[in-house]
């Protein structure tokens, strides 16, 4: 555990990406295999499931402390991270002993059944042996919120450069469904193909934004031109006559998609192909909203699946006949995946697999004026994707990019705001925005992302002159500061008091330049949903 802990600290001083996977690197080479394995299942985003409840870490904390409930409180909303706030508020140890980390999880695993004295005994024994950091990094075990600033690149870089295996093997050898109890690194990397997991599937190729003229990307004839449809990114996989369907976060979600079901028996053994998952009604692909009724359901009804029924837009295949094809052309993938749709096809007219259509443009010119009519194809904009690249592994630069449009967006007032999480705690960066509903400020959206670090402050410091009321951690403000907002999509929601929910709301800008009268209305909004429904 104080390795472990060692190594939390080491990367959260850094921002260089060579010094976290260093670190990375000198922890593996002397980590116990289990603490290693376990390590690299926090760090990928395999955490087990909880077994503490929050309240009960208030309770413990507040009487280990000496602490009133309501300081505490306090405490938590300017630390603004719990499991900050509990290694903050308890006295560190100076015991030397050492905890191994697979010991501790195992146990916080083991915790789910026991009693509350068991819990309670355990947690508070354990807070009462550990040092400062220790506390904190034990802390983020039992609550979850494990982050690091790691991203899934430098793990797998770091486990290339320790076990001396090529980065794309480690890439592969890291998706799929493994565990890290009874398991090890050596044992999961070995290397092999995908036959030892037939459900395994291939580390996505993800496309980086074109922030550039497209001209400098040389001729468009070198290029594959293709919608960017806006669903699911997702993998369908028939290996030994079984079917998988993977999301690009690595969910399983071949029970959910049952539309899929029947290309067991039609797709050939050996197929991976790559694709957007969308729902599509009487030839027309629905927005994302749309999905997200499928997504969140544990239980399919025939209701669902006559309002959302689901087909893949299929952008690639990269396992053909049992094979790896990803080294060949995207253009020689795209040839091999017409030709086994189009078979396909004419055996199965029903089949919920469209082959994804090419944008033909001959200019840049005319790509621009195609990616200015995205929304009509109820799509996000364009990709992009070099006829002679491979499929890579993550997010690479130079072969595929993507190209969306300009977002949507509104005036919007600030009604309220909250302290941010982590390196934000001490200021005021989340908000809630308002509209005009009439002479009454109607909430229609959150954003916290969007200011510049000097924007912030001064935002900062007005909320806290200008505040009118306390609600916990929410302070209401004097509806003064005008927002431009930007967001993806919009849609009808009767969660919301406005009615409606917007895509990825974020903060364009501030309009200094605004009176508060200026914001728009509740009606912009709904004028704005219905020309995005059409």
Known sequence: MKAFSQLFTNIDQTTSTNEKIDALVTYLDTADEQDAIWCVALLSGRRPK?????????????????????LLAESYHIVGDLAETISLVIPPSNDERDHPLHEIINALIALKDSDEQQRKAYITDMWQHFGRQELFVFNK????????GVSDKIVIKALAKHYKVDENI????????????????????????????????????????????????????????????????????????QLFVWSRGEDLLTEKFIEFEGLINILPNGTVIDGE???????????????????????????????????????DIIEHNGTDIRHLSMQERRTVLEGLLTTLKEQHPELPLQLSPLVQCTTWDE???????????????LMLKRKSSEYKTGRRRGDWW????????????????QRGHGRRANLYTDFTFAVWDGDELVPFAKAYSGLRDKELLEVDAWIKKNTIDKFGPVRSVTPTLVFELGFEGISPSPRHKSGIALRFPRILRWRQDKGVKEANTKADLIELLNAYRE
């Open 277 to 315: 998952i969308l729902p599509v009604k009487d030839g027309k692909f629905l927005p994302f909203h749309v999905m997200q009724t499928r997504i969140g359901r544990k239980n399919v009804t025939k209701k669902a699946l006559q309002e959302a029924p689901l087909v893949m837009v299929c952008y």
């Open 50 to 70: 909880r077994t503490i409840k929050t309240s009960e870490l208030w309770e413990w904390s507040g009487e280990l402390s000496g602490l009133p409930s309501w």
């Open 170 to 241: 480690i890439a592969h050898r890291l998706t799929g469904n493994w565990e890290a109890h009874n398991n090890t690194l050596p044992k999961l990397l070995a290397a092999g193909d995908s036959g030892d997991d037939i459900s395994k599937p291939y580390p996505f190729y993800l496309a980086y934004p074109l922030e550039t003229p497209p001209q400098e990307l040389g001729s468009v004839g070198d290029w594959i031109i293709e919608r960017k449809y806006d669903g699911i990114r997702g993998q369908i996989i028939v290996r030994n006559q």
């Open 402 to 417: 993507k190209w969306k449009v300009d977002p949507l967006s509104i005036d919007g007032v600030l009604l309220y705001a």
């Open 141 to 148: 075990l039992i609550t979850g919120g494990f982050r690091m």
């Open 367 to 381: 790509v621009a004026e195609e990616r200015a009519r995205s929304r009509e194809y109820v799509c996000e904009g």
